[in-house]
């Protein structure tokens, strides 16, 4: 079993920054993409980044690409989303999860991952 909690959510303005982190913890090894996905009020969950394995590879949605930065650091089996220019857009629910069976893939279906943290809410304000 694998637990995930998110952490460093909260409002900022408009063309501000901010990260949100994910610690997992539970399972022995970090051969495993982490990716975050984020849901607004009404709308469906939608993908926004991921990293695979070794974090040397990284996938973003064209909505923030340029933007937020995904890293990893498996020593702490920890991943941080770097979030710049943040838009009211960007208001939502940030979920951190976990896709088990291919350390090298950049799933960006959510149901692709195994294992997901409760989220942490961001809010940008115009």
């Known amino acids: 079993h694998v637990l995930l909690v998110e952490s460093g959510g909260g409002l900022v303005q408009a063309g501000g920054s901010l990260t949100v982190s994910c610690g997992a913890s539970?399972?022995?090894?970090?051969?495993?993409?982490m990716g975050w996905f984020r849901q607004a009020p009404g709308k469906e969950r939608e993908f926004v980044s991921v990293v695979n394995w070794d974090g040397g590879n990284t996938d973003y949605a064209a909505s923030v690409k340029g933007r937020f930065t995904l890293t990893r650091d498996n020593a702490r089996r920890t991943a941080h989303l770097q979030m710049n220019s943040l838009k009211p857009e960007d208001t939502g629910v940030y979920y951190c999860?976990?896709?088990?069976?291919?350390?090298?893939?950049?799933?960006?279906?959510?149901?692709?991952?195994?294992?997901w943290g409760r989220g942490v809410q961001v809010t940008v304000s115009s």
């Open positions: 539970g399972r022995t090894d970090s051969v495993y993409p």
């Open positions: 999860a976990i896709a088990s069976r291919d350390p090298w893939g950049l799933p960006t279906a959510s149901y692709e991952y195994d294992y």
